[in-house]
């Protein structure tokens, strides 16, 4: 795909336009995050509400019936379904399983398991199951 960018600080509104052969899930995840204006998600500690952003999520994953947010260093209640977070997520987050989804940058590697399953290891050491149906999305998006 030929890609051209036209930078002109003049501009009063940005704009993008695309001349595409049939419209991909690809093309679909990028216009989902360029038209998106949200740059966080809010999650609840201790009766508290706080925006999160987006670049601070390791993963999002269903505990006991509950959405939870991890960062580096808390974890957050999300008020909702697992495949209602997914929809507000950029691209840069890939579901591994039914009950969760990682941001690939905190990626730090994969381990094969003997069973041949594969497991994410991020970079802060946890480690998430990559259910065997969501293998080949997850290698797409890291180029694998």
């Known amino acids: 795909?030929?890609?051209e960018f036209n930078i002109d600080p003049?501009?009063?509104?940005?704009?993008a336009e695309f001349w595409?052969?049939?419209?991909?899930?690809?093309i679909k995840r990028i216009t989902n995050e360029l038209t998106s204006k949200q740059d966080f998600l809010w999650g609840y500690q201790?009766?508290?509400?706080?925006a999160i952003k987006f670049s601070e999520i390791l993963v999002i994953q269903v505990e006991d019936e509950k959405t939870m947010i991890c960062t580096e260093g808390d974890v957050y209640i999300f008020k909702?379904?697992?495949?209602?977070?997914?929809?507000?997520?950029?691209?840069?987050?890939?579901?591994?399983?039914?009950?969760?989804i990682v941001n690939y940058h905190f990626i730090d590697h994969l381990e094969i398991i003997s069973s041949g399953n594969i497991d994410a290891i991020l970079e802060n050491?946890?480690?998430?199951?990559?259910?065997?149906?969501?293998?080949?999305?997850?290698?797409?998006?890291?180029?694998?």
């Open 1 to 3: 795909m030929k890609v």
């Open 10 to 15: 003049n501009l009063s509104e940005e704009k």
């Open 125 to 144: 050491g946890l480690r998430i199951q990559v259910a065997r149906r969501k293998i080949k999305v997850l290698k797409e998006r890291l180029g694998l």
């Open 80 to 100: 909702g379904r697992l495949y209602q977070v997914e929809k507000l997520l950029p691209s840069n987050f890939v579901t591994t399983s039914r009950s969760s």
């Open 46 to 50: 201790d009766g508290d509400a706080y």
């Open 20 to 26: 595409l052969k049939k419209m991909t899930s690809k």
